[in-house]
């Protein structure tokens, strides 16, 4: 069982910058694929990026470039460090928790990021 809890999202202007954090706790952290995803409104849901336990990372197109995920295993903690963000940008974004081999997986609540003048 994992409980997953989103932090950081908020109001910023074009061309700032967003770091969003993910506690993850109630098992072993090192046993999953974390991702994050997000969904603007009436769009779908979509993939952000996923890190693996030894740092393996996996980036839409295009994201790629401006967003930069992260882990920290000592502390159960995924990061997603976004960067000169856009308008288009604005959305809920959800962290994700996969267990590695198994049909496992969680999801957080939710942290809205919103790029606005």
């Known amino acids: 069982q994992v409980q997953l809890v989103e932090s950081g999202g908020g109001l910023v202007q074009p061309g700032g910058s967003l770091r969003l954090s993910c506690a993850a706790s109630?098992?072993?952290?090192?046993?999953?694929?974390m991702s994050w995803y997000r969904q603007a409104p009436g769009k779908q849901r979509e993939l952000v990026a996923s890190?693996?336990?030894?740092?393996?990372?996996n980036y839409a197109d295009s994201l790629k470039g401006r967003f930069t995920i992260s882990r920290d295993n000592a502390k159960n903690t995924v990061y997603l460090q976004m960067n000169r963000l856009k308008p288009e940008d604005t959305a809920v974004y959800y962290c994700?928790?996969?267990?590695?081999?198994?049909?496992?997986?969680?999801w957080g609540q939710g942290t809205q990021v919103t790029v606005s003048s």
């Open positions: 994700k928790a996969r267990r590695v081999y198994i049909l496992e997986e969680y």
């Open positions: 109630g098992s072993i952290f090192t046993m999953y694929i």
């Open positions: 890190v693996t336990s030894g740092g393996s990372t």
